[in-house]
T-cell receptor, first 116, second 109 residues
């Protein structure tokens, strides 16, 4: 299957700093990438949908100024958590979709963010 | 808003037992995917089903898509400890995907 690389896998930062998470599709072009947040023992919560070359679409309740998403190319999307606070600590997962009839999302391995 | 429900939410069984988990919706999806996720990792795709009534087998796992494309089931035969994980179903419609809340499976040796 297709490979999606997410980096870093784990990051610890101080409160008030910003953290950037990268999501790359390694062997295919992703017209759309999704960003999810997952709390312990819960399912995935969609944060935003990112289409290459356009602004991301955020789900209700997700602060766009807090979670900046950039999808500058067909293989790279980034999520920046700005002015992180302890309540932003979570597991963030990206996925990439080719937009073809296969309708399959390929997921990254996730990034565990811990804000002190 | 299209919603997916999964049942049971939690399941703990002994090695060798069979089990079935369900994914249900009142909405029609163009396709449905099943994923397994282990702690600290991203979901891994198990199967995608597209046609109503479709049955797919992956070793000891059997997946079925309902005739009306509103529901799906995952049956595991002779479960093993390696099957432990969070099983997620995801429905696809248009350019959207919706995930169910997951079934957390524990297979005890």
């Amino acid at each position: 299957g297709a490979v999606v690389s997410q980096h870093p896998s784990w990051v610890i930062c101080k409160s008030g700093t910003s953290v950037k998470i990268e999501c790359r599709s390694l062997d295919f072009q992703a017209t759309t990438m999704f960003w999810y947040r997952q709390f312990p023992k819960q399912s995935l919560m969609l944060m935003a949908t990112s289409n290459e070359g356009s602004k991301a679409t955020y789900e209700q309740g997700v602060e766009k100024d807090k979670f900046l998403i950039n999808h500058a190319s067909l293989t790279l999307s980034t999520l920046t958590v700005t002015s992180a606070h302890p309540e932003d600590s979570s597991f963030y997962i990206c996925s990439a979709w080719t937009g073809t009839a296969k309708n399959i999302q390929y997921f990254g391995a996730g990034t565990r963010l811990s804000v002190l | 808003t299209q919603l997916l429900e999964q049942s049971p939410q939690f399941l703990s069984i002994q090695e060798g037992e069979n089990l079935t988990v369900y994914c249900n919706s009142s909405s029609v999806f163009s396709s449905l995917q099943w994923y397994r996720q282990e702690p600290g990792e991203g979901p891994v795709l198990l199967v995608t089903v597209v046609t109503g009534g479709e049955v797919k087998k992956l070793k000891r796992l059997t997946f079925q898509f309902g005739d009306a494309r509103k529901d799906s089931s995952l049956h595991i035969t002779a479960a093993q400890p390696g099957d432990t994980g969070l099983y997620l179903c995801a429905g696809h419609y248009g350019q959207n995907f919706v995930f169910g809340p997951g079934t957390r499976l524990s297979v005890l040796p």
